[in-house]
């Protein structure tokens, strides 16, 4: 058992050192690390991704959470969650600790200049090909490949309220406009 | 505020965002603005830019690099511990107890429907984002340029975000020096 545990630790740590911005990146690596070690079958990894679509939290969290709870119950949860997470912890630690210098310096208030701008480009970015994506759902933007033939409506008139909603009431919170988001999808998807 | 009752109120603020971050680190931007910036004044704007600055070019997923970083920046080590553990808590509840009747879970089609709508929601709050990020952001056409540029790259390309922020913190340094420097003719507005 504490082999087990310590193997699951160990691999999560190791994912969660190598997971660079988003978790779908990451699928590759999920798969030569625990199908290849016989912790995850290819069935249920691929049922995991539509799963974790629909719960709360990062997928490698996720993923670090449902395969240590298959493999060891709660307790394998437990190391092989605190071991997705650790690298990350202790890296931002750094970073926040020693870092303030350097985030004060002449050289990277000229960059902040551009990484303004840089960021709220990639943030509209993500906004851009989610939103695309719901509403055409065959569009791969990524590699050029412009398929219009399926238009989920129904995605867009949520778009379309929440954003007017948010436009008209400014103080609306961003989880208030999901929950509603929520219940308008179960009355145009289920009703209609 | 005392220490304790701050580390408390991170760990609760972190919870709360880690509940309702769903798909994708970007996904909880407007959460945090929303609960770090406006509501508990704790960081700025600017500050979540450096963070998804820093987020981008290290290691881990994005919600967990933020609770580190803003749990240190207001109550150092223990701050930090207190909101990583708040942010994965949510996830990790709802999973473990998912993962015992996985296909029971995958069964029930009015999850499925509240998540579509959730999910197409979540391109607008992300969108919403965006006008706080650059509340601040000078309005020249050289941020203009750099936020086109990074936006095209981003949804056209496949060039890999830390490059976009590397070479955007180049042409600010770049574009910096060449204003600091008083042009023949011109007048240095710096």
Do not use: C
Not at chain 1, 12 to 17: A, P, Q, R, T
Not at chain 2, 45 to 62: A, H, M, R, Y
Not at chain 2, 147 to 163: K, P
């Amino acid at each position: 058992m504490f082999n087990l545990l310590l193997q699951l630790f160990w691999i999560f740590f190791k994912i969660g050192l190598f997971t660079f911005g988003g978790g779908y990146a990451m699928i590759p690596l999920f798969r030569s690390e625990l199908i290849g070690a016989g912790l995850l079958t290819e069935e249920a990894l691929i049922d995991f991704i539509a799963v974790s679509e629909s719960t709360p939290g990062p997928f490698a969290v996720n993923i670090a959470t449902f395969v240590g709870t298959l493999n060891g119950g709660i307790l394998g949860a437990i190391f092989a969650t605190v071991g997705v997470v650790l690298p990350s912890f202790i890296i931002i630690l750094l970073i926040a600790r020693f870092s303030s210098r350097l985030l004060e310096s002449r050289w990277f208030k000229m960059a902040f200049v551009g990484l303004r701008p840089a960021v709220a480009g990639l943030v509209l970015a993500v906004a851009f090909s989610l939103g695309a994506v719901r509403i055409f759902p065959l569009l791969n933007l990524e590699a050029f490949h412009f398929d219009f033939s399926v238009f989920d409506w129904k995605a867009l008139a949520i778009m379309a309220f929440t954003l007017t909603l948010s436009r008209l009431v400014k103080k609306v919170s961003p989880i208030a406009l999901l929950l509603i988001a929520a219940v308008l999808g179960i009355l145009l998807y289920g009703l209609i | 505020m005392s220490k304790a009752k701050t580390v408390g109120d991170l760990f609760l603020t972190f919870m709360k965002i880690g509940a309702f971050t769903f798909g994708g680190g970007y996904a909880m931007i407007p959460i945090m603005q929303r609960e770090v910036v406006d509501v508990k004044h704790w960081v700025t704007e600017d500050d979540i830019v450096k963070l998804l600055v820093i987020s981008e070019s290290t290691p881990g997923v994005i919600a967990v690099n933020s609770a580190t970083y803003i749990g240190y920046k207001i109550a150092g080590f223990w701050g930090s511990v207190a909101a990583t553990i708040g942010v994965v808590l949510p996830s990790f509840v709802v999973i473990s107890i998912i993962s015992l009747f996985l296909v029971q879970f995958q069964a029930l089609t009015w999850v499925t429907y509240a998540f579509k709508g959730l999910r197409a929601a979540i391109a607008v709050v992300i969108f919403n984002a965006v006008f706080k990020l650059t509340k601040k952001t000078k309005k020249d056409a050289f941020s203009f340029g750099v936020l086109i540029l990074a936006f095209l790259a981003a949804v056209f390309t496949g060039v890999s975000v830390i490059a976009i922020i590397f070479i955007a913190a180049l042409l600010g340094i770049v574009y910096g020096i060449f204003k600091s420097r008083p042009v023949q003719g011109g007048e240095a507005d710096v």
